[in-house]
Structure formats: C-alpha cells, structure tokens
C-alpha cells in the first residue's frame, strides 16, 4: 500500500519534532549519551565476526507472501496494544508466525518500566540486525526516547499509532524507516487511543484486554512510563461497553480492564470508574468474568464504598492490584507517590472487611534512593501484617530522565540484601492453606499451564487452581473440590458430570478450542486477497497477450 501525500502531511508534527528536541528531551538526551557509551564499548569488543545479513528489499509488497513475528515485553495494556496490531496485520493480509527465523520481518513492543526489560529489547533488535530481518519497533520505549542510538534508522509506532502498523509494515519491507510518534487527536482534541473497535488477534482466544484509558495523574520521580503515555486521557464509557458486548459476542468469556492507572478513569470526562463499571456489569453473560486493572491508592479511596459493592458482583472477581511501593512515609514522599501508609491500610483493611476473600495484590521497590534501613523495616512490617498473595517485589533501576535517576543511591548489595529478605518474608507464608482438603470452588476455566499438564482456572478471587486436562474444558464454568496446593496455586478436580458444565464460550469446539470472530473475518479477508490477486494477474496475463497479438499484426 503507497503512502499519499495527504498522509505523509499528517505525519509532518513527527519530523518537526524529531529536528526540534524539547529542553527536557536535551537533558534526557545526555543522561541517555552517558550510559550507553559504555554499552557501546563493551559491544565493540564482542566479537562482530557475526555479520550482518542482507535485508531484501521489496519494491512492492504481495499480499500473503510475508511473514511477520511479534513479541512483547511489559504490561497488559502492551499486550492489548500488540493483538490490535496483530489484527491489523492479519487483516492486511500478512502472516504472522511465532518462528522468528522464518519471519521477513519483526515487530518488538517495548517496556520502560525497568532497565532489564529495555536491555532485552536492544538485545532482540541487534538479534533481528545480525539475522538479516526488518524491524519495526513500538511500545514505550522508542516512545519515550526516539533518539536513543540503537533506535537509529528503525521504523517505529508510537503508542497511539498502532492502528497505522501495516502501513508501517510495508514501507519498512521496503527498505524506509517510518516514524510516526505524533499524539492522536479527534476534532482537535487528543483522544486515548485508536478506536476499540479495531480487529484484534488474542494472545487467548478466551480473554479480552481492555484498555479504559491511557497515561496517569501522577508524577513519580522513579517512572519513565510517564514520558511515554502521558497525561490521562480516558476511552468514553460507551465505546468500552460497546467493546465488552462485540468481545463477549465473538466467545470471549472474561474482560480485564486494563491502563497506567485504571482508578483515574473519568477525571479529564467527567466520569469515574464506578460509573463505569457498573454499565460492564450489566452486560457481562451469566457465567463470564470481569477483572480489573492496577489502581494506584490516591484515586480509589474516594470510591471504597462503591468498589466494595463492586467486587462483591458474582460476575466481577474480588481481586484488586494495589501497588503500595513502600511501607514509610519518607519514602512515598520521596516517590511522590500523594498517599501516606495509613491511606493504603484503611483502604486494604476497608475492602477486606466490606468482601470476605478478596485478594489485593501489591508492588513494593526496594532500595529506592534514601532508603534507610529504618525505612526498610517498616515495608517488611507492613508485608507481615498483610501477607499479601501475590507480592511483586522489584529493586529499584535508575531510569534515564527520571528524577529519581539523579538522587543518591542504596548500595547494590544492600539493595539485594533487602530484596531477599523481603523474598523471604514472602515464601514464609502460603495463603492457600486457608482451604482445606475437599473445600468446593465454582471456576472459570481460562488457560493452558506453562508445562502444558493442567487447565488452569480462577475462583471468584481470582485464585489460580489447577485441573486434570479435559479436551473440552475450556471456556467452562465447572465445580470443583480442592484436593492440594502449593505457595502459588491451588489443586482441584471437577465433581461435576459433563452435561453440568456451563459454557461460557458462545464459539467454543468439540477439542476446547475457541475461535474469534474477528480472526475469522482476517483469514476470511485473507482468502479474498489471494483471490484478487490472481484475478487480476490473470487479466494482466490476458490484457498482454492480445496487445502483443495487436504488435505483431
């Protein structure tokens, strides 16, 4: 497909402002320099006996004949991101393919939470360089920092821009680099993103993600995803319902809501997100499930009443994600995290007692820059008193730019030091012991475990369980008596017959597969490509024939 004129005039705000750095962006610049000129010496020094192979370039792209691999790294709002752009792709025409060795070209969604996710991600574009494929790079990185120095030459997708990856695609197959960064504006007005309505490939079949909005409120001094998503900008609360109705209909049978900070949806429209959760449940199929995003405490203590009634609905799970980041006061303020340890507790003990089982799952940094080990104590004796079920404990990474990349650091050894005893704390308990042998559980039957040996399903806590492989077991709501654990899940068997299984998968197969609507109509438009393109190089064929019959004459 040619790019016109009229696009490449759309996209004039991106050359602009790649030749014209913001002052903040020149000091980003910098730190950036710094860093990466030692990586680069080290680089030099490995062996290059690799040689770079060739890229083909193609002065046009023929539907069907290229292949395209896809990876992700970082949240499930990235995710939601790669299967709209994976819908795109199909539904272009290209193949996408999980072998990357046979793939033309790949497309790299990136994170910028932490140092390492970023280092994998240069990694895997220096892989693609070195095996001779096209990359077209997307996510929060490139986003935050265009100019980073292996980024040089790439074709990206920004954030918003997503709906545009085939063309990007194809213009990069054929050897330009395309970069479009610009924010995406309706009327003038900046939006949260392509439509939700777009043609999308799921990772699972069974489970849609939902971005409600994008970028926060906040300003944490620690995070550089803030440079990438920006300032809130919120879906409207119709267009995410209409979302949920078109998914459930295609046989998805559970919804996770997903942003930067899902309790500030509706700030900047004059919604909250209990208005909007109270329309999804409304249309949620008996049987089907509702999980929602990371909430940061500022923006959900003012709803407690409101969310406790909502994660108490027999179609929403009674799971909530609430990073804390730390048990002291001095070092939230540090983060600038708006919220003190007292605010977090009342909101934990509140839901705790307002919905008996509910799971709150939280995040905790250690060694942030500051950190006593005063400070540290209280976050142990926090994590204690709580026992949380699922704890992410991540040490603290200097992100380039951040304000807190330029305070003084915690040793690293004492940095570890902390993480393990804190990982310690943390394997100290099992949380499932509260269930004993023979205690009965209704589950939603989602996934395929990591081994491949189990079915994996959630309860009403979103509690992972266990199941014997059944063929036809996913996309079902089925009973079933717990009967072992471990720290990270539960074991179960289903005690119900076949025929008492509630199927919550409208598009589900005899061998428990599910197929969505939407991939359907990709390989449908698929089929039709190939089909064109025969047609017309056979009346190219026929067209010819006759003029050169016309010559000789």
Known sequence: ?????????????????????????????????????????????????????????????????????????????????????????????????????????????????????????????????????????????????????????????????????????????????????????????????????????????LIEVIPINSGCLNACTYCKTKFARADLVSYPVQEIVDRAQQVFQDGVCEIWLTSEDTGTYGRDIGSSLPELLWQLVEVIPEGCMMRLGMTNPPYILEHLDEMAKILSHPRVYSFLHIPVQSGSDAILGEMRREYCVKDFERMVDFLRAQVPGITIATDIICGFPGETEADFDDTLALCEKYQFPSLFINQFFPRPGTPAAKMTKVPANEVKTRTKRLTDLFHSYEPYKKYEAGTKQTVLVTEISHDRKHYVGHNKFYEQILLPMHNNLLGKQVEVEITGCTKFSMFGKVIQGEQEWKNCSKRSTADGTTVSSLVAGAEESKYRSIFAYFFISCSLAIVCKYIFMFLDF
């Open 1 to 205: 497909m040619d790019i016109s004129c009229q696009d490449i005039i759309g996209d004039i705000e991106d050359l602009i402002s790649l030749d014209d750095p913001s002052p903040a962006e020149r000091y980003l610049n910098k730190k950036d320099v710094t860093v990466r000129t030692k990586r680069v010496k080290v680089r030099a020094n490995r062996p290059k006996e690799t040689s770079t192979v060739e890229k083909p370039l193609l002065d046009s792209v023929i539907p069907e004949t290229q292949h395209i691999y896809m990876k992700t790294w970082g949240c499930a709002h990235n995710t939601s991101d790669t299967e709209y752009m994976a819908g795109q792709l199909a539904q272009y025409g290209y193949n996408l393919t999980s072998d990357k060795d046979s793939a033309d070209l790949w497309v790299l969604n990136s994170c910028t939470v932490k140092n390492p996710s970023e280092d994998t991600f240069r990694n895997e574009i220096e892989a693609a360089h070195q095996a001779g494929k096209h990359v077209v790079v997307a996510g929060c990185v490139p986003q935050a920092a265009p100019r980073s120095d292996y980024l040089k030459g790439l074709s990206v997708v920004g954030v918003q821009q997503i709906d545009r990856v085939a063309e990007v695609v194809e213009e990069t197959l054929k050897g330009h680099s395309v970069r479009l960064l610009q924010a995406k504006k309706v009327d003038g007005r900046k939006v949260a993103g392509p439509k939700l309505a777009l043609p999308k490939v799921r990772k699972n079949p």
